[in-house]
């Protein structure tokens, strides 16, 4: 990705992170979140991590945020409007992230990361794959066959985390039944 | 392509802007008092950590491809994380049944 496209999405993506932090109203709050994150997605596709940046939008900018405004309108959030932020939690809250910033400014001016971006060697890639298979016929024609990548570590390397993550949301699903019922006798 | 010549991005300016978003998101933390608000910039911490794990994959190739680790990782901060929101706005709620606020400064049952 061209630097130009790369800061006018990371420009979208932190005006959206700190409009999630300023705005008064949560449902504000959570529609500038949204426009953040279709900044970090256009920044992961542009990374070439096509599934990835599509999830983001899916999950994060779809699913999650939608979760998020449908509780905040069920709780029906109107009344802190007019409060105002404490001057102690503001003052806090501006050093010590400034001071997280400094640091990091310090240490990655001292590494030596300044070279290009590494090109992607499709054809030569496709040596390592059968010739049958998908991902060999995507390489051969200079395509990133990221999806059919990611599933097959995901299926072979990363077989028992996934079964992990399945028992993972079968317990979320149980613990937000029991969560969210109401505890008559 | 006319946009070959431009020159991209490097690794430093991707940790940069993630390290950016995850300061918004800590900032968002402390000084917020709606639980809900702090809870969407815990996300956008996570999120800024998964900028970073995918920028490392890019940077990283092996054999000619991106080092796709690194995005496995990513792909399973999302599906916790979507978990983790599910669980914690039941507990939001549970806790705006019991109390009628999700101030944190009203919130001081725990205070010693």
Do not use: W
């Not at chain 1, 999405?9 to 999630?20: E, R, S």
């Not at chain 1, 709780?75 to 003052?91: Q, V, Y």
């Not at chain 1, 010590?96 to 890639?125: K, S």
């Amino acid at each position: 990705m061209p630097s130009p496209l790369f800061y006018i999405f990371a420009a979208i993506m932190l005006i959206g992170g700190t409009m999630v932090v300023f705005m008064r109203n949560p449902v504000s709050s959570a529609l500038s979140m949204v426009l953040s994150f279709l900044g970090l997605a256009a920044l992961f596709v542009g990374l070439d991590a096509y599934l990835i940046g599509i999830l983001q939008i899916l999950v994060y900018a779809g699913a999650i945020m939608v979760l998020f405004i449908f509780i905040i309108m069920l709780l029906d959030l109107k009344a802190e409007e007019n409060t105002s932020f404490r001057p102690a939690a503001l003052a806090a809250g501006i050093v010590i992230p400034l001071m997280l910033v400094f640091q990091l400014t310090g240490v990655i001016n001292n590494q030596d990361n300044l070279h290009d971006i590494p090109a992607l060697e499709l054809e030569q890639a496709a040596a390592n794959f059968d010739k049958d298979t998908m991902i060999h016929k995507r390489l051969k024609d200079g395509r990133l066959p990221d999806t059919h990548l990611l599933g097959k570590k995901l299926y072979t390397d990363y077989n028992f985390p996934l079964q992990m993550v399945a028992v993972l949301l079968l317990v979320a699903t149980i613990g937000c039944v029991s969560l969210s019922r109401k505890n008559s006798k | 392509m006319p946009f070959d010549s431009l020159p991209t991005p490097t690794l430093n300016e991707y940790l940069m802007i993630s390290g950016l978003l995850f300061a918004i998101g800590l900032a968002g933390v402390i000084i917020r008092r709606n639980i809900i608000v702090i809870f969407m910039c815990l996300e956008m911490m996570l999120a800024a950590a998964s900028l970073t794990l995918v920028a490392f994959s890019r940077f990283h190739t092996v054999d000619g491809l991106p080092d796709y680790d690194g995005q496995m990782l990513v792909f399973f901060v999302i599906t916790v994380a979507a978990a983790e929101v599910a669980v914690g706005l039941a507990i939001i709620v549970s806790l705006y049944r019991a109390r009628q606020t999700i101030q944190t400064d009203e919130l001081t049952s725990l205070r010693g």
